[in-house]
């Protein structure tokens, strides 16, 4: 029988995270034990779970090599959105398809008890993808209340030193220069133009000037608020 593998990662860190390498070494171990002729493996590295897009790709796979089973590492690979889950499950089933996971064989998705084991496993895997989500968010919104090094890149205007958030005070006049232009009616476009002829040469695009136009009509309703309201 033809088979695919899927392998995936959500995390570039792989001293959190099973790597992709080691997911896929297991997969082919499992295939030549169960005598299943891995055609390919299909990879996202850096991909949520909850990205259902991804089904797309394994599908995909599954008809180009006329594939009778998909053979994953951890059905959390697979994917952490319990819904999505059990569809594309019932999908692939009805398509003839087998899942197969590594170290528990093949997902029945035809008895109802191992239906809702599989079930229940999405859900924990959701809530777990959740619950990891909003520790980061708040992890990171703390860091950056500090004034610590919370991403990779700096917010326009500013850079990290020593870990900590400090003005950059070339990027700082280009702010000042943007919201002049942009005060002036001047489009995205020649505000580039003027920075340029200004001898700027510093990081810049065009989401920095939406962001600082969207700042200016923020500020402004804000004004208009407060005088409404004496």
């Known amino acids: 029988m033809n088979a695919i593998g899927y392998v ?8 959190k ?12 171990e499992y295939c ?7 055609c390919e493996i299909v990879s996202h590295d850096g991909v949520s779970g909850a990205k259902r897009e991804r089904w797309y790709d394994i599908r995909a796979a599954v008809k180009r090599h006329n594939a009778g089973a998909v053979v994953i590492y951890n059905l959390d690979r697979l994917s952490r ?6 569809d594309n ?7 003839g398809t087998q899942v197969h996971e590594v170290g528990q064989g093949v997902i029945d998705m035809e008895d109802p008890t191992k239906r809702l084991t599989t079930g229940m496993r999405g859900m924990f895997d959701e809530f777990f993808r959740h619950v990891v989500k909003k520790k980061t968010k708040d992890a990171l919104g703390y860091k950056k209340s500090k004034g610590v090094r919370w991403c990779h890149n700096a917010p326009f205007g500013y850079r990290f030193a020593a870990g900590c958030l400090q003005p950059d005070p070339e990027e700082q006049e280009a702010l000042k220069n943007i919201a002049a232009c ?5 489009g995205v476009d020649r505000t580039i133009t003027y920075l340029k002829g200004q001898g700027y040469t510093g990081r810049m695009g065009r989401m920095t000037i939406y962001r600082v136009r969207k700042e200016m009509e923020r500020r402004a309703k804000d004004r208009e608020i407060k005088k409404e309201n004496g």
């Open 8 to 15: 995936r990662r959500s995390k570039v860190s792989e001293d």
């Open 17 to 28: 995270t099973v790597s992709l390498q080691e997911q896929g070494r297991q997969i082919e």
């Open 32 to 38: 030549a034990r169960f005598d299943l002729i891995l």
């Open 81 to 86: 959105d319990a819904v999505g889950l059990l």
């Open 89 to 95: 499950l019932a999908q692939l089933a009805q398509g």
């Open 182 to 186: 942009l005060g002036h009616g001047m």
